[in-house]
C-alpha cells in the first residue's frame, strides 16, 4: 500500500489532477455561495453602507484569488514547464592553461526522465536538440536522470544518447539517481541502483561517482571531476568524497567539478581543494520565482545562477524537468560556459 501510494505521489501527472480537482471545487463552492447569497440576500435585515460595500467586497476578492489561480496553475502547467533558456557566460581565469582558451562547457540538469516522456517527451527533444546545436567540447550533466526507477530513463534513452560533445559527456549522480523514494526491499534496491549506473553507459556517458578524467590539448590539461551527490542533511545521500575524486590531481590543475547539489561547495569543495569551477543543480531554480525571489532561496544559499568566491565559481543550472511538472518565472534551462584565460594589463 505505502509502495503505491509512493507511485502515485511521484507520477509527475498525479499534481496536475490535483491541481485541476482542487480548484474545479472550488469553483464550484464559490459558485454555490453566490448563488446561495443572491437568493437569499431578501431575507437579509437591511444593513448598514459600510456592511454592504463589504459584503459586497469579500466575494470580488475571493473571486479574484480564484481566477488569479487559474491563470497560475494554467500557466505554470502548460506554458511555464514548455519555456527553455539557453544561457551564455564567460568566465576567465588566469590559470586556464592557454591551450583551453576558449574552451566550450555546455551543462544541463535534473532531467527527472519519467516527467520528460509521453506528451511531454518533445519538451526533451527540443532541450537536446539545442545543447547539441552548441557543438560544445564538453557536455556535462548535473544529476537526476530519473524520478524514482532507471526503468523511467528507457523511452527517453535514444534522446539522451544522441548528447554528443568533442570531448564527451560527463555526469553525476543525483539524490533521485538513488533508490530512496523507492519503496522495496534492499535486495530490490541494490538491483535497481545497479541498473542506474549502467545506464550512463548504455547512453555513451561517462559516469564519475568520486572520480575524475582529465582532459588534454597538447602538453597541456584540464581535469573534470565528479563527486557524488553530497547533501546537507540525511534527507539526501551524503557521499561525496573531495580527497577521492581529486587523487592523483596535481596543485595547478585547473579544475571543473561536478556535484549535484550545491550545498557542497561550501561544505566540502571550497575548503578542502582549490577547484575553480564547480557546476550543479538539484535546486531546479525554485521552479518559480516572483521579480528575482526564488522558494529555493530560502534552504539554499546558492540556489540559481553564478556565484563567487574569491576567484572561484559555482553555477547552479535551473534544471531541464523536475518530479511536478509546473514552472513560472523559472524556466528550464541550458547552460554554455566559454573558458577564458584571464591576461593580466
Given at each position: 500500500?505505502?509502495?503505491l501510494?509512493?507511485i502515485?505521489?511521484?507520477?509527475?501527472?498525479?499534481?496536475?489532477?490535483?491541481?485541476w480537482a482542487?480548484?474545479?471545487?472550488?469553483?464550484?463552492?464559490?459558485?454555490?455561495?453566490?448563488?446561495?447569497?443572491?437568493?437569499?440576500?431578501h431575507?437579509?435585515?437591511?444593513?448598514?453602507h459600510l456592511?454592504s460595500r463589504?459584503?459586497?467586497?469579500?466575494?470580488?476578492?475571493?473571486?479574484?484569488?480564484?481566477?488569479?489561480?487559474?491563470?497560475?496553475?494554467?500557466?505554470g502547467?502548460?506554458?511555464g514547464f514548455?519555456?527553455?533558456?539557453?544561457r551564455?557566460?564567460?568566465?576567465?581565469?588566469?590559470?586556464?592553461?592557454?591551450?583551453?582558451?576558449?574552451?566550450?562547457?555546455?551543462?544541463?540538469?535534473?532531467?527527472?526522465?519519467?516527467?520528460?516522456?509521453?506528451?511531454?517527451?518533445?519538451?526533451?527533444?527540443?532541450?537536446?536538440?539545442?545543447?547539441?546545436?552548441?557543438?560544445?567540447?564538453m557536455?556535462v550533466?548535473?544529476?537526476?536522470?530519473?524520478?524514482?526507477?532507471?526503468?523511467?530513463?528507457?523511452?527517453?534513452?535514444?534522446?539522451?544518447?544522441?548528447?554528443?560533445?568533442?570531448?564527451?559527456?560527463?555526469?553525476?549522480?543525483?539524490?533521485?539517481?538513488?533508490?530512496?523514494y523507492?519503496?522495496?526491499?534492499?535486495f530490490?534496491?541494490?538491483?535497481?541502483?545497479?541498473?542506474?549506473?549502467?545506464?550512463?553507459d548504455?547512453?555513451?556517458?561517462?559516469?564519475l561517482?568520486?572520480?575524475?578524467?582529465?582532459?588534454?590539448?597538447?602538453?597541456?590539461?584540464i581535469v573534470?571531476?565528479?563527486?557524488?551527490?553530497?547533501?546537507?542533511?540525511?534527507?539526501?545521500?551524503?557521499?561525496?568524497?573531495?580527497?577521492?575524486?581529486?587523487f592523483?590531481?596535481?596543485?595547478?590543475?585547473?579544475?571543473?567539478?561536478l556535484?549535484h547539489?550545491?550545498?557542497?561547495?561550501?561544505?566540502?569543495?571550497?575548503?578542502?581543494?582549490?577547484?575553480?569551477?564547480?557546476?550543479?543543480?538539484?535546486?531546479?531554480?525554485?521552479?518559480?520565482?516572483?521579480?528575482?525571489?526564488?522558494?529555493?532561496?530560502?534552504?539554499?544559499?546558492?540556489?540559481?545562477?553564478?556565484?563567487?568566491?574569491?576567484?572561484?565559481?559555482?553555477?547552479?543550472?535551473?534544471?531541464?524537468?523536475?518530479?511536478?511538472?509546473?514552472?513560472?518565472?523559472?524556466?528550464?534551462?541550458i547552460t554554455?560556459?566559454?573558458?577564458?584565460?584571464?591576461?593580466?594589463?
Amino acid at each position: 500500500m505505502n509502495r503505491l501510494l509512493l507511485i502515485i505521489l511521484l507520477d509527475p501527472d498525479t499534481y496536475i489532477y490535483i491541481g485541476w480537482a482542487v480548484l474545479t471545487l472550488l469553483t464550484l463552492l464559490l459558485a454555490w455561495l453566490f448563488f446561495r447569497r443572491r437568493h437569499s440576500s431578501h431575507l437579509v435585515p437591511r444593513t448598514s453602507h459600510l456592511a454592504s460595500r463589504t459584503s459586497h467586497l469579500v466575494p470580488r476578492i475571493l473571486l479574484s484569488l480564484l481566477a488569479l489561480a487559474w491563470v497560475v496553475f494554467l500557466y505554470g502547467t502548460y506554458i511555464g514547464f514548455s519555456q527553455l533558456e539557453v544561457r551564455h557566460i564567460e568566465l576567465a581565469f588566469d590559470d586556464l592553461p592557454p591551450s583551453f582558451d576558449g574552451y566550450k562547457i555546455v551543462q544541463f540538469s535534473d532531467v527527472h526522465a519519467g516527467t520528460m516522456t509521453g506528451r511531454r517527451r518533445h519538451l526533451l527533444e527540443e532541450a537536446i536538440d539545442s545543447i547539441n546545436a552548441q557543438q560544445a567540447d564538453m557536455v556535462v550533466f548535473t544529476g537526476d536522470l530519473q524520478n524514482i526507477v532507471p526503468e523511467e530513463i528507457e523511452p527517453v534513452a535514444d534522446l539522451l544518447s544522441s548528447v554528443k560533445a568533442r570531448d564527451g559527456v560527463f555526469s553525476v549522480l543525483g539524490n533521485h539517481d538513488y533508490p530512496m523514494y523507492f519503496k522495496g526491499d534492499e535486495f530490490e534496491k541494490y538491483e535497481k541502483m545497479g541498473l542506474r549506473m549502467n545506464m550512463d553507459d548504455q547512453l555513451g556517458w561517462t559516469l564519475l561517482v568520486n572520480e575524475r578524467r582529465f582532459i588534454r590539448r597538447g602538453n597541456e590539461r584540464i581535469v573534470i571531476a565528479g563527486m557524488d551527490n553530497d547533501g546537507a542533511t540525511e534527507r539526501f545521500p551524503q557521499n561525496g568524497d573531495v580527497q577521492q575524486t581529486l587523487f592523483g590531481v596535481r596543485l595547478h590543475d585547473f579544475i571543473v567539478m561536478l556535484e549535484h547539489d550545491p550545498t557542497a561547495w561550501r561544505r566540502k569543495i571550497l575548503p578542502h581543494s582549490h577547484t575553480q569551477l564547480t557546476l550543479s543543480g538539484h535546486t531546479h531554480g525554485g521552479q518559480v520565482s516572483l521579480l528575482g525571489w526564488t522558494p529555493a532561496s530560502i534552504t539554499y544559499h546558492e540556489s540559481r545562477g553564478l556565484y563567487q568566491a574569491g576567484k572561484r565559481y559555482l553555477y547552479v543550472n535551473s534544471g531541464l524537468g523536475g518530479v511536478v511538472p509546473f514552472r513560472l518565472g523559472a524556466p528550464a534551462e541550458i547552460t554554455v560556459i566559454t573558458l577564458r584565460l584571464k591576461i593580466e594589463n
